[in-house]
């Protein structure tokens, strides 16, 4: 009789571990917006190439859906430099309070939209601010501004996920101010980077670099397949302009008329649409059209999330 007793306690216990188990798995969710005013945006995009576009915060993610917002209920970390791609996203970035991570994050990559993330290089040594992601290839380009025994400073890239770094020379490149790198889809030898001194483009691996343009004052550019969108600005006048790799022609895009005097600090594209476009100001106002500027809707105002 006892060791039935004894069989039964392990059953019972199997079952109950079982149970706290699949509570874990399902305790990461997108749901009702607990905190709907934002301080700091640190970049955007289409994470696991769904339709939803998601932003990271200082305290975490959130998603904006066809039935408004939703927040993330935990890992509510601070995502620096981040950057969707089809599987996921990578990041880097500092642990929320009280977390168990080390401080700073390195670099890291997350399949489960969040829920949680693996740690690919420079765990508790690095923070990147600026750090871009082919949506399809994976290929990563980071500009470090910490040097460690393993990266030195400057701009480096990795064509598997962070196993490895290869230096870029960035010959060419001229600028001291720097917006943002951004990474082709596809093409793992392209690069760009805006600055205050125009757009810089590198066929190959950001070893030498040329200007894309005559623009200056470049506050974002976001690579497409064929070509891509960036932000500058002009006379105090924001604007945003589409282009094409195997043209010169470059085509205004309409914005609505109080973004005139708010330069814009990130822009995200649908990776399957197009015409659909999101973009964050420098306080905190976010818009998203989908028919290219032809109408917008305003979706946080001053960091304070739409209902």
């Not at 188990?21 to 305790?27: A, G, R």
């Not at 960036?230 to 914005?255: A, P, R, W």
């Not at 008329?257 to 995200?268: C, E, M």
């Amino acid at each position: 009789m006892k060791k039935y007793k004894i069989i039964l306690g392990l059953l019972v216990f199997i079952l109950v571990l079982s149970a706290c188990n699949s509570n874990e798995t399902e305790v990461f969710s997108f749901g009702e917006v607990k905190n709907n005013q934002i301080d700091h945006i640190h970049g955007l995009g289409y994470i696991n190439g769904g339709s939803d576009v998601v932003i990271a915060t200082h305290l975490g993610l959130y998603k904006y859906e066809k039935d408004g917002w939703q927040e993330a209920n935990s890992q509510k970390h601070d995502y620096m430099g981040f950057q969707a791609v089809r599987e996921g996203f990578f990041s880097s970035g500092h642990p929320e309070e009280d977390s168990e991570y080390k401080n700073p994050l390195g670099l890291i990559k997350s399949i489960d939209k969040g829920g949680s993330f693996e740690q690919l290089a420079f765990y508790g040594k690095i923070d990147f601010h600026y750090l871009a992601a082919g949506y399809d290839s994976n290929t990563i380009y980071v500009l470090n501004e910490t040097p460690v025994e393993e990266m030195n400073e400057g701009l480096h890239y990795s064509i598997d996920e962070g196993a490895s770094w290869t230096k870029a020379a960035m010959n060419g490149f001229t600028s001291n101010y720097i917006s943002n790198l951004s990474a082709h889809p596809t093409r793992k030898e392209i690069i760009t980077i805006g600055s205050k001194d125009g757009i810089f483009i590198s066929n190959d691996y950001g070893q030498n670099f040329k200007p894309m343009n005559d623009t200056k004052m470049v506050t974002y550019v976001a690579l497409t397949e064929t070509g891509g969108f960036y932000t500058n600005l002009e006379n105090d006048t924001v604007y945003l302009k589409s282009f094409l790799f195997e043209s010169n022609v470059e085509i205004n895009i309409q914005l609505p008329k109080d973004l005139k005097k708010d330069p814009i600090t990130f822009v995200t594209v649908n990776p399957e649409n197009q015409k659909e476009i999101v973009l964050v100001t420098s306080n905190n106002n976010i818009y998203i059209t989908k028919d290219e500027g032809l109408s917008w809707d305003k979706i946080s105002s001053n960091g304070e999330l739409s209902k």
